[in-house]
């Protein structure tokens, strides 16, 4: 008997297309598995689920929306239309000019940042009613560059727009860093003004105001924050037009860490377009020259270090006493001045008595408070800088002022949310950052949310209302009478209190209040907040 055709071999599987990482994942936080989300779906489905509106779609979910939104990241379209509200996901697309947005109304033009500003500044003109536009999102997520672009837009026929772009520069380099997660990262808010003529037509005036600047990271590594300093610190190192003295950035311990990577060439163009941009906004040399001096003084006190003198009741003393007079002499102070800032504190006792001739007592510090007053001066000195900053770009913005009824546009860059890992944990700055963004939460359901309803009841639109979880449980556990920074201030002015004092009030505050959940208030000062 012939013998049988041996079985053919199976062909090997094709090997599956890599999914588009960033959408699915970063939105679903691994709670939905790739599989579940193409279960609910056939391939036909999948096809049409890229539109530019994903109010458009006619079944609306949480799967629906997640895979529109990566088919259109998948697609390098990172907008997304939800009516007025635009979602982006990624860094900003800049193909094409952006005067095909002029004259056109929403939803005609692909998605785009400018498309909203163009909104804005049609429905100006066309009520006369101030209008604003708020950017929200985690840290690097391109609101600051999505910002940048409807400034620039709006201010891009006005004879403003030359001095708008360079304090976008100037601000840039004081305010933004490099993080993780993006080279440039803003690390405060801002709150940028449009003054308009009558006719909305052009701007007359432009007003920045920052909101909670990151001086946490002044200080450096030691401060415990995550990425490199401000942008400044790295080109003032870097460039030989100003304080020459200054050595690289790794002999500086703010701006010294395992992981930084100084690109010394770069950073030295970075400085000439920051200081060309300072000089279009009226800084006079000697201005320039003060501030610059002011920064050097903050790298060279962040050098200063301490030694413990005496007993049982050690007293700390400057160790490199030539970085000191160094720091002093930059900002034209004497040195016994800055030796008794740091290593002392002034208690004030009242009015002076015979026994107390003095008002005041002066008590002497060991070297991790000198520490903590050192970095405090740091902070309070860059502070100072990037207030002064604020006030010479306003300055220049708004010598022709607006008329007083005039209209304005409101860009509001927002807050960035960062979500703590594992191995780090938010600090107060990040708790005042969470809080904004409650606080934006409630404006907009309070203005958008609720708003729309009343619109779709009066045109008998929409008869049942979907539920919407209101965040007021939450402020209340942040803002209110026995809130936690009530606790904290509480805490700040008791005698003697300490971490576990204020663990004791979170644990009363945990038994009334479903948002927060203090781990252990004996051993270890960690809580944590449900957010909305």
């Known amino acids: 008997r012939p013998k049988p055709d041996p079985k053919p071999a199976p062909e090997p599987e094709p090997e599956p297309e890599p999914e588009p990482e960033g959408v699915v994942k970063s939105f679903c936080g691994g709670d939905f598995k790739d599989e579940d989300l193409d279960s609910d779906f056939t391939e036909g489905d999948l096809a049409w689920l890229d539109v530019a509106d994903l109010a458009l779609?006619?079944?609306?979910?949480?799967?629906?929306?997640?895979?529109?939104?990566?088919?259109?990241?998948?697609?390098?379209?990172?907008?997304?239309?939800?009516?007025?509200?635009?979602v982006m996901i990624g860094p900003l697309n800049h193909n094409g000019s952006m005067h095909q947005y002029r004259g056109k109304v929403l939803g005609e033009m692909p998605p785009h940042p400018v498309a909203i500003a163009e909104e804005a500044h049609r429905f100006l003109i066309a009520t006369g009613g101030n209008q604003h536009i708020v950017l929200c999102g985690s840290h690097g997520s391109g609101k600051s560059e999505a910002a940048h672009a409807i400034i620039g837009y709006l201010c891009d026929s006005s004879p403003r727009a030359p001095d708008v772009a360079a304090a976008n520069s100037v601000l840039s380099a004081f305010g933004h860093a490099a993080v993780p997660t993006s080279p440039t990262s803003s690390r405060c808010g801002r709150v940028s003004q449009l003054h308009y003529n009558r006719a909305g037509t052009s701007t007359q005036s432009c007003e920045f105001a920052p909101i909670l600047l990151e001086s946490q990271r002044v200080p450096g590594p030691a401060g415990g924050r995550d990425g490199e300093n401000y942008h400044i610190f790295y080109q003032l190192c870097c460039t030989q037009d100003e304080c020459k003295f200054l050595m690289g950035p790794e002999h500086y311990k703010c701006l010294h860490s395992p992981d930084t990577q100084v690109y010394v060439k770069q950073h030295d163009r970075d400085f000439g377009v920051t200081r060309r941009a300072m000089q279009m906004l009226g800084m006079s040399r000697d201005e320039q020259a003060a501030i610059f001096g002011a920064l050097a003084a903050v790298l060279l006190l962040g050098n200063v270090n301490f030694v413990e003198q005496g007993g049982q009741q050690a007293t700390a003393s400057v160790a490199n006493p030539d970085e000191l007079r160094q720091f002093a002499e930059l900002l034209h102070l004497e040195v016994d001045e800055c030796t008794r800032a740091l290593c002392t504190r002034s208690i004030a006792t009242g009015t002076a008595s015979p026994k107390c001739r003095s008002p005041s007592l002066t008590a002497h510090l060991g070297c991790e408070r000198a520490c903590q007053q050192r970095d405090r001066m740091m902070r309070s000195i860059y502070e100072d800088c990037y207030w002064w900053i604020i006030g010479c770009v306003n300055k220049r913005l708004g010598t022709a002022a607006a008329p007083v009824d005039a209209a304005t546009i409101t860009v509001i860059d927002s807050l960035g949310v960062e979500i703590p890992s594992v191995t780090r944990h938010s600090g107060f700055h990040e708790l005042c950052s969470q809080y904004a963004s409650e606080r934006f939460r409630r404006v907009y359901d309070d203005n958008v949310i609720y708003t729309e309803r009343s619109w779709c009841s009066a045109d008998d639109i929409l008869r049942i209302h979907p539920a919407v979880e209101h965040n007021g449980e939450c402020l209340d556990l942040l803002e209110g009478q026995h809130g936690i920074f009530a606790a904290i201030h509480h805490a700040h002015e008791t005698p003697k209190a300490s971490a576990g004092t204020l663990m004791d009030k979170l644990c009363d505050l945990q038994k009334i209040n479903g948002c927060i959940k203090v781990r252990d208030s004996r051993t270890s000062a960690e809580f944590s907040i449900r957010h909305s």
């Open 57 to 86: 779609i006619p079944e609306p979910s949480d799967l629906s929306v997640l895979c529109a939104l990566r088919n259109r990241f998948a697609a390098q379209r990172h907008c997304t239309y939800v009516g007025n509200v635009l």
